[in-house]
């Protein structure tokens, strides 16, 4: 073969390789709009029954040299480049994506902003026990400058022979207390009828690990504008984390929180596996606040600190830990919380870090 000839073929495929360019880019765009079509139906992005009939389809006109196997093999890595398109643009039109609004959200809570730029201490027992459980505590927070407590009224339970909490009298109590004290509140709900109720309780819903995926629930919180506090689920990936918000947001209520509290891997020397790298990666993605809770992620007090550091560290928002009065006699979560002398030292180690302020509010 001459020079001039090689030149000449290679010209050849240079100027299909372009046309193929543009007929890829146009198979793009009309995957993009596809991709919305169904976006709107609510169609899942990936049809497998439809990826069979194109593929059959192309190899039936199949008259090489490419043979069979290989054309199947080519357009299915041209199928999977435009459902990774369509997911893309998906993430890109969530109300809780970063690409949406570029903006942080803040979350205020009296005179406390999260999400704001400066990091957050939350904190109370595992389960509201009783009024003077409850109080005991809420007297300690206010006098470390701390103005919002956690406490759980309706506790999921792993089994159904423990305790379950207070239910809406444990809600009472964390008014009543908080009133007297000037802190707002957080507290788990689980029951979407529940959900207007708590409204003239508590300050933030909390949705728990086992309800991520409890859409009703989710529904519920987003059709009211108090402020949710949403946890990961147990095995749940970031991107069910983030569509669990966006059910939340899609129906209304943007002031939405997530936080972070560990996933079930097969490590035991912890209560769960605290994911760290979710911290930078939900910033990044959403515009959320985002928090974690190192005594569920743990399960040890002894490792507490140095996971918080870490937290603020990664980026976190806030950082949230469980107290009580009296650990051992705890109806829920003896070993992992903290008693009162232990919580200051914890709160002095995390402060001195330089990662939360002296005077941290909530």
Do not use: W
Not at 48 to 65: Q, Y
Not at 158 to 181: C, H, M, N, R, W
Not at 280 to 300: A, C, F, M, N, Y
Not at 332 to 347: R, T
């Amino acid at each position: 073969m001459s020079q001039g000839r090689l030149e000449q073929l290679r010209s050849e495929l240079d100027s299909v390789n372009l046309q193929l360019l543009e007929l890829l880019s146009e198979r793009a765009r009309l995957a993009q709009e596809i991709g919305q079509e169904k976006q709107k139906q609510g169609v899942p992005n990936f049809d497998p029954v439809r990826e069979k009939k194109m593929l059959d389809a192309l190899v039936e006109h199949n008259h090489g040299p490419f043979d069979n196997e290989t054309v199947r093999h080519l357009f299915k890595q041209i199928f999977q480049a435009s459902l990774k398109l369509q997911q893309v643009d998906h993430k890109k039109h969530l109300l809780v994506s970063r690409k949406k609004k570029k903006e942080d959200t803040l979350i205020q809570l009296g005179d406390t902003v999260i999400g704001g730029g400066t990091p957050v201490m939350i904190a109370g027992p595992c389960s509201v026990e009783s009024y003077e459980q409850v109080r005991q505590v809420a007297k300690a927070l206010k006098e470390a400058g701390i103005t919002v407590m956690r406490g759980g009224a309706f506790k999921p339970r792993t089994s159904p022979y423990d305790f379950q909490g207070l239910g809406v009298e444990g809600l009472k109590i964390l008014k009543e207390v908080a009133s007297e004290f000037g802190l707002k509140t957080i507290s788990e709900i689980v029951d979407p009828a529940h959900i207007e109720l708590a409204c003239d309780y508590i300050d933030v819903i909390q949705i728990g690990a086992r309800n991520m995926q409890n859409f009703e629930l989710l529904k519920a919180a987003g059709d009211v504008k108090t402020p949710v506090l949403l946890k990961r689920g147990l095995a749940a990936t970031i991107d069910e984390f983030v569509h669990a918000a966006e059910y939340i947001v899609s129906r209304g209520n943007t002031q939405v929180m997530l936080i972070e509290r560990g996933i079930r891997t097969y490590e035991k020397a912890t209560r769960n596996t605290l994911d760290i790298s979710a911290v930078p990666i939900l910033k990044q993605e959403t515009h959320l606040p985002v928090l974690v809770d190192v005594t569920h992620s743990t399960g040890r007090k002894d490792i507490l600190a140095p996971c918080a550091r870490a937290a603020l560290a990664a980026g976190a928002d806030g950082v949230m830990v469980e107290v009580h009065p009296d650990p051992a006699t705890a109806l829920s979560d003896a070993a992992q919380q903290l008693n009162i002398p232990e919580f200051q030292d914890f709160l002095d180690n995390v402060r001195k870090s330089g990662l939360l302020p002296a005077h941290s509010l909530v």
